[in-house]
């Protein structure tokens, strides 16, 4: 029997989108930038509190777009990429720059569980923590505790596939076969999350 269709072994998956497979290696540092626009978006539905802690700023594009609506942002990254304060490893820190911060950023993903827990001790009742994360994040029994303990007040799916960039390369963007969706926190929140949808 002939075969005509050639593929490999990760093919499969990532046509179904049914997996985090892909074709290429994991980039260092798990850094995958935010397109700007899932900012944007979300920024037109929900309005934070004024400071803001971005702990996982990359090159600043989610940083830059809180400082064009009005936000006063501190910006720090594990990696100096050029942008806010290199150096700083989130989950070490033992406060916030500030007082009276809400926390948004996009982390990295094999640590998501870790900056969601670290910035719901770190922030204030009432304050908020927004990550953007794989909408595969509310799967896992590693990550059930956190959810019956510190269930996300609201889920805000993209409707439309947002991508991120491959170290920041606006080149390797593709919208692909992976859903993202805004987690948001509030802290002291025990209620069954709310979903909506943008985008």
Do not use: Q
């Amino acid at each position: 029997m002939n075969k005509d269709w050639i593929g490999n072994s990760k093919s499969t998956f990532t046509s179904l989108g049914a997996s985090n497979h892909s074709n290429y290696e994991r980039v260092s540092n798990d850094y995958y930038a935010t397109d700007p626009k899932a900012l944007e978006l979300l920024l037109d539905e929900f309005m934070f509190h004024k400071n803001i802690y971005e702990c996982a700023c990359g090159e600043g594009n989610l940083s830059k777009v809180l400082l064009e609506r009005g936000y006063n942002v501190y910006s720090t990254d594990l990696i100096d990429r050029g942008y806010g304060r290199g150096g700083i490893d989130f989950l070490k820190t033992t406060e916030l720059p500030m007082p009276h911060m809400d926390i948004i950023t996009n982390p990295p993903y094999k640590y998501a569980k870790e900056f969601v827990e670290h910035s719901l001790d770190l922030i204030e009742e009432d304050y908020y923590v927004a990550m953007f994360l794989k909408l595969t994040f509310l799967e896992s029994k590693g990550r059930r505790k956190l959810f019956d303990e510190n269930p996300p007040e609201w889920i805000v799916v993209s409707s439309n596939r947002i991508g991120c960039y491959r170290n920041n390369d606006m080149s390797s963007y593709s919208a692909g076969a992976i859903a993202y969706a805004w987690f948001i926190w509030k802290k002291g929140y025990k209620d069954y999350p709310k979903i909506i949808w943008f985008n």
